[in-house]
């Protein structure tokens, strides 16, 4: 480590030791410089280590299954808005981002998807022992689930490494992160939680995250939790909802 960077660290311990805030920190930070768009990959800024490095994917089953994860949605959003920066909030098994990548090949462009997702499951997914499809695919071991192996897995065996960068973390603190790199996107895919208030904090927490141009959009319009959530966001925000196949989508204006 170079002296200076030890120096960073040396502050930032003291800080923290002092109890500050990284987000105050940074909210004083956006008031003297207006905020920034960081254009480079996120990949770097967030592992140091590759994690997909000796990772023995092999010895897992073939298996991305998801929910709306096929939708012609994911092509028709990134054809028409060309991304450079996607980011993706709940990836289970990584179908969907699978599907994203794969219309990103086509057209050529060399985005980066950034996964949020704990890998811990969201509520549905705990509430019955008998659901293979939800509860069985956590794959606990110890009590603990080891579903982040299969969707490393599921990139692997799709070649899509390079494109695919996992941050296993809760949504709303991977937010704070991204607004504290000044990392935004063009695309945000919601599908975490459904749960009607952390759908709202999701929605809080990513829409100032999108771009000029840019589009929130997510999955389970059917689910009141994601439904009134969506509805209450766009009363408050005075952005219309608009529909997309399976998806619900908010625009935020050039
Ligand atoms: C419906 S699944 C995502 C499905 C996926 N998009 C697909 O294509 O199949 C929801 C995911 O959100 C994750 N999740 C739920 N709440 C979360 C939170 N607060 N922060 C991060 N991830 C969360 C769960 O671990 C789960 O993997």
Redesign the pocket.
């Given at each position: 480590m170079s002296l200076s960077r030890q120096m960073q660290s040396w502050i930032k311990g003291l800080a923290y030791h002092c109890g500050f805030s990284l987000r105050r920190l940074r909210a004083a930070k956006a008031n003297t410089s207006g905020g920034g768009d960081y254009t480079g990959r996120v990949r770097p800024l967030l592992h140091k280590v590759d994690p997909y490095e000796n990772f023995d994917w092999q010895t897992f089953p073939d298996n991305?299954?998801?929910?709306?994860?096929d939708s012609p949605a994911f092509a028709e959003l990134v054809t028409e808005i060309r991304p450079a920066r996607i980011i993706?909030?709940?990836?289970?098994?990584?179908?969907?981002?699978l599907?994203l990548a794969s219309q990103l090949e086509k057209l050529g462009l060399d985005t980066e998807i950034i996964c949020?997702?704990?890998?811990?499951?969201?509520?549905?997914?705990w509430t019955d022992q008998a659901d293979e499809e939800r509860f069985g695919s956590l794959g606990l071991r110890h009590g603990y689930?080891t579903?982040y192996y299969q969707f490393l897995a599921n990139v692997c065996r799709s070649g899509r490494q390079s494109r695919i960068t996992p941050f296993p973390?809760?949504?709303?603190?991977?937010a704070q992160w991204f607004s504290l790199h000044d990392v935004r996107a063009d695309l945000i895919?919601i599908?975490?939680?459904?749960e009607e208030e952390?759908v709202y904090q999701?929605l809080v927490s990513y829409w100032d995250l999108v771009r000029p141009g840019g589009v929130l959009f997510g999955?389970?319009w059917s689910w009141d939790g994601v439904r009134l959530a969506v509805e209450r966001f766009a009363r408050e925000s005075g952005f219309p909802i608009t529909h997309r196949h399976d998806k619900w989508e908010l625009r935020r204006p050039v």
């Open positions: 991305s299954s998801g929910w709306g994860s993706e909030v709940g990836t289970w098994k990584g179908g969907s981002a599907t949020v997702d704990t890998w811990l499951g969201a509520l549905e997914m689930p579903l973390i809760p949504s709303v603190t991977a895919y599908d975490g939680s459904h952390d999701d999955d389970d």
